[in-house]
């Protein structure tokens, strides 16, 4: 997912990843609710996941393909990874939290190798 969307993209596939796993069935509402935005926004991030073979939706419901099930599984495991490395490292769950939301979007994949070995070198 290669666009000036891609943030936001991974950010919207992310949500819907945690959604389905919680709920039977993820509408846009509970995005909207979820990552905190306006509807219309989720809605324009629903046609732009739509076109890029991420998602698909029967009107109401909100499914990930396969190639976006794989790709939010991804990214969600790069923000658990650097959580976790974060805190080893001393860092308070919230700070965290907040900046693994922000690392998983630009991290190296040399950066980010070297901090799953460390995670998985470390037992946790």
């Known amino acids: 997912m290669k666009n000036t969307n891609n943030r936001s993209s991974e950010d919207y596939l992310e949500a819907i990843l945690l959604l389905s796993r919680e709920l039977e069935f993820v509408h846009r509402i509970d995005i909207a609710r979820k990552m ?5 926004a989720v809605q324009k991030a629903i ?19 396969e190639r976006g099930s794989e790709y939010a599984s991804a990214v969600y495991n790069r923000h658990c990874v650097i959580r976790t490395f974060l805190l080893l490292h001393g860092v308070n769950e919230q700070d965290a939290d907040r900046d693994a939301c922000e690392f998983e979007h630009v991290i190296s994949p040399a950066t ?10 470390n037992g946790k």
Do not use: N, R
């Open 112 to 121: 980010f190798a070297m901090m799953e070995e460390y995670v998985a070198s």
């Open 36 to 40: 905190g935005v306006s509807q219309p």
């Open 47 to 65: 046609k732009i996941l739509i076109d890029g073979g991420y998602i698909t939706t029967d009107g109401m419901h909100i499914y990930l393909t």
